[in-house]
């Protein structure tokens, strides 16, 4: 049973435009969601992170969304950059438990 | 953020061998770090947690005796994969939390011929 979803497994987005990521959870427990990018061969590299008190939290170009009643959050990049190409994944985590549940990813490829 | 190196980037290996991945917290004392791995194109899959002086808590349906697991310094947790078979060949991920957040080291390719 997957707890965390990323429906899309890619995404292309033209250079300066917006690229909306998307992720739907499951578990009502979950209370900490993060982003992370991934290049091939590489280890995943931390973006930005929303606690389950907010809706909203911003950096630079990135800006996550919470959704709690629909379980969604939601990656904006704003705008696009063609090195903003890579597998995205979302995770999350519940309360004083530490485990990250991680989504499958979704490619975004970011075409000049 | 923290940051984590790993060694080494990349190992073959043949069957029946053992390969030791090192994980180092390079400015973060981890009393804790995590062990993960990634087949190709799906996610990153929690492994064990690596307790620095303890034992390690594995993930069900992880082989503790084929992944075994050191954690002798805050700074250093190894992952040994013994008796290596190519159904192991993985990419390898360890990640130090000292906060909420996980960060990750540039991982481990593993390949068992």
């Known amino acids: 049973d997957q707890q965390v979803k990323q429906n899309s497994p890619s995404l292309s987005v033209q250079e300066g435009r917006i690229s909306i990521l998307n992720c739907d959870y499951t578990?009502?427990?979950?209370?900490?969601f993060l982003w992370y990018k991934k290049y091939p061969a590489e280890g995943p590299t931390f973006l930005i992170s929303?606690?389950?008190?907010?809706d909203k939290n911003e950096d630079g170009r990135f800006t996550v969304f919470l959704n709690k009643s629909a379980k969604h959050l939601s990656l904006h990049i704003v705008p696009s950059q063609p090195g903003d190409s890579a597998v995205y994944f979302c995770?999350?985590?519940?309360?004083?438990?530490?485990?990250?549940?991680f989504g499958k990813g979704t490619l975004l490829t970011v075409n000049p | 953020g923290a940051v984590v190196s790993q060694h080494p980037s990349w190992v073959i290996c043949k069957s029946g061998t053992s390969v030791k991945i090192e994980c180092r917290s390079l400015d973060f004392q981890a009393t804790t770090m995590f062990w993960y791995r990634q087949f190709p194109k799906q996610s990153l899959m929690l492994m064990a947690t690596s307790n620095e002086g303890s034992k390690a808590t594995y993930e069900q349906g992880v082989e503790k005796d084929k992944f075994l697991i050191n954690h002798a310094s805050l700074t250093l947790s190894t992952l040994t994969v013994t008796s290596a078979h190519p159904e192991d060949s993985s990419f390898y991920i360890c990640?130090?939390?000292?906060?909420?957040?996980?960060?990750f080291g540039p991982g481990t390719r593993l390949t068992v011929l």
């Open positions: 929303i606690s389950s008190i907010k």
């Open positions: 990640s130090v939390r000292p906060t909420d957040t996980q960060y």
């Open positions: 578990n009502s427990m979950f209370d900490y």
């Open positions: 995770a999350a985590k519940g309360g004083s438990n530490y485990k990250l549940t």
